[in-house]
T-cell receptor
Framework: SQQGEEDPQALSIQEGENATMNCSYKTSINNLQWYRQNSGRGLVHLILIRSNEREKHSGRLRVTLDTSKKSSSLLITASRAADTASYFCATVNAGGTSYGKLTFGQGTILTVHP | DVKVTQSSRYLVKRTGEKVFLECVQDMDHENMFWYRQDPGLGLRLIYFSYDVKMKEKGDIPEGYSVSREKKERFSLILESASTNQTSMYLC????????????FGQGTRLTVV
């Protein structure tokens, strides 16, 4: 079953602008992760935020997590054409037997125009 | 450099054929996963394995089986391929139980005709 929704489904911006993508989920989680996928390729891990964290940074990426609203956002600052890709959030459910099993959202397609 | 390798990038098979998709990881990871990806549906988990010879069903296991005889290798088997199994198949592996990232292979685009 899909964990939740990502918003927007597609985002088109100019180079240098910021891009914000949102993710909602349904169940109690242990952590939430963001992945990037270039067209027709595998996924690459970007960042992991644990359920007891509210914000995390990695380079130009900023992730927030609001467990009371069951939502997360990914901000990419000063975007570049090379950031063009699909972005997915994925959750690991709370509980000891999840084995790191990820449940994915449907993704946001980001296009950055030079 | 960590690596998850899927045996084929593109595959075309006929309806009714038995199809094997192979995945190998070189990171000594405990967990391995098979997902399929379809437009508008995101990634859906087919099967996963948390140890050699152990397997658990994911969200859409019907029509598939898996095999994990060695820690580094996880095979997805389509017992009798059907056109609705045309999809992108992604293999992934990870450490441990909870706070761990997954590493993905490059994907196999399977077309069943």
């Amino acid at each position: 079953s899909q964990q939740g929704e990502e918003d927007p489904q597609a985002l088109s911006i100019q180079e240098g602008e910021n891009a914000t993508m949102n993710c909602s989920y349904k169940t109690s989680i242990n952590n939430l992760q963001w992945y990037r996928q270039n067209s027709g390729r595998g996924l690459v891990h970007l960042i992991l935020i644990r359920s007891n964290e509210r914000e995390k940074h990695s380079g130009r990426l900023r992730v927030t997590l609001d467990t009371s609203k069951k939502s997360s956002s990914l901000l990419i600052t000063a975007s570049r054409a090379a950031d063009t890709a699909s972005y997915f959030c994925a959750t690991v459910n709370a509980g000891g037997t999840s084995y790191g099993k990820l449940t994915f959202g449907q993704g946001t397609i980001l296009t950055v125009h030079p | 450099d960590v690596k998850v390798t899927q045996s084929s990038r593109y595959l075309v098979k006929r309806t009714g054929e038995k199809v094997f998709l192979e995945c190998v990881q070189d990171m000594d990871h405990e967990n391995m996963f098979w997902y399929r990806q379809d437009p508008g549906l995101g990634l859906r988990l087919i099967y996963f394995s948390y140890d050699v010879k152990m397997k658990e069903k994911g969200d859409i296991p019907e029509g598939y089986s898996v095999s994990r005889e060695k820690k580094e290798r996880f095979s997805l088997i389509l017992e009798s391929a059907s056109t609705n199994q045309t999809s992108m198949y992604l293999c992934a592996s990870s450490w441990g139980r909870l706070n761990t990232e997954a590493f993905f292979g490059q994907g196999t685009r399977l077309t069943v005709v």
